[in-house]
């Protein structure tokens, strides 16, 4: 299991048309290969500054099967207007947990 971490700043004013399409695009992560689930974090200290987590089966699973899907094209028709600079996007996955 990997997870996505994508970190999102969005243009003032726009953080909520950007959770709504967000909302709108859960399908669509719903139905990609490999995915198990995502969610969308919001900063406290910098409300413009939001933080996705997908996680997915395998890093080609994100990379190469969402990436060159038509999902992912609707997925930023959805929220790519709201973005104040692109996502800064990398993969992570677990070394241990603590409890």
């Not at 970190?7 to 198990?36: D, M, N, S």
């Not at 933080?51 to 997915?56: E, G, R």
């Amino acid at each position: 299991m990997i997870y996505e971490i994508a970190q999102l700043t969005i243009k003032e004013g726009e953080e909520a048309a950007f959770e709504a399409g967000a909302r709108k695009a859960v399908p669509l992560f719903q139905r990609a290969k490999g995915c198990h689930g995502m969610r969308v974090e919001r900063s406290i200290e910098t409300p413009s500054a939001y933080t996705l987590i997908v996680t997915w089966e395998t890093v080609e699973d994100h990379m190469v099967h969402f990436r060159n899907s038509a999902d992912f094209q609707e997925w930023r028709g959805l929220v790519g207007g709201t973005f104040a600079a692109p996502p800064q996007v990398h993969h992570t996955s677990v070394a241990f947990v603590g409890f």
